[in-house]
């Protein structure tokens, strides 16, 4: 199985921007869909955003859309999630996650998960 490996996350003002990776080490996204969720403590394991690789489509959570982007490199097997206009309550945990084909943003639908990167969003 393609091992998910993310990069990127670290602590920023409100107001400020940071961009996370999710490489494919051992494989590639080819007819995968690969999505961004979030932890915060206490929290539910919540669905950021998703793109499907072989079309582009990309879906995106309400309490993210307009700052975050989602994307997609082919030529170096990366997912790129890139957070503009951060507030503190988009500090949590971020995790990419990959399942054939389709976007879900159903948690339980994924079956391959990275280890997860620390946002930390300061007032």
């Known amino acids: 199985q393609v091992r998910l490996v993310e990069s990127g996350g670290g602590l920023v003002q409100a107001g400020g921007s940071l961009r996370l990776s999710c490489a494919a080490s051992?494989?590639?996204?080819?007819?995968?869909?690969v999505a961004w969720f979030r932890q915060a403590p206490g929290k539910e394991r919540e669905f950021v955003t998703g793109i499907a690789w072989s079309s582009s489509n990309t879906v995106y959570a309400d309490s993210v859309k307009g700052r975050f982007t989602i994307s997609g490199d082919n030529a170096k097997n990366t997912v790129y999630l890139q957070m503009n206009s951060l507030k503190p309550e988009d500090t949590a945990v971020y995790y990419c996650?990959?399942?054939?084909?389709?976007?879900?943003?159903?948690?339980?639908?994924?079956?391959?998960w990275g280890q997860g990167t620390q946002v930390t969003v300061s007032s």
């Open positions: 051992g494989g590639t996204f080819s007819s995968k869909a």
């Open positions: 996650a990959a399942r054939p084909r389709r976007i879900s943003g159903l948690p339980y639908e994924y079956d391959n």
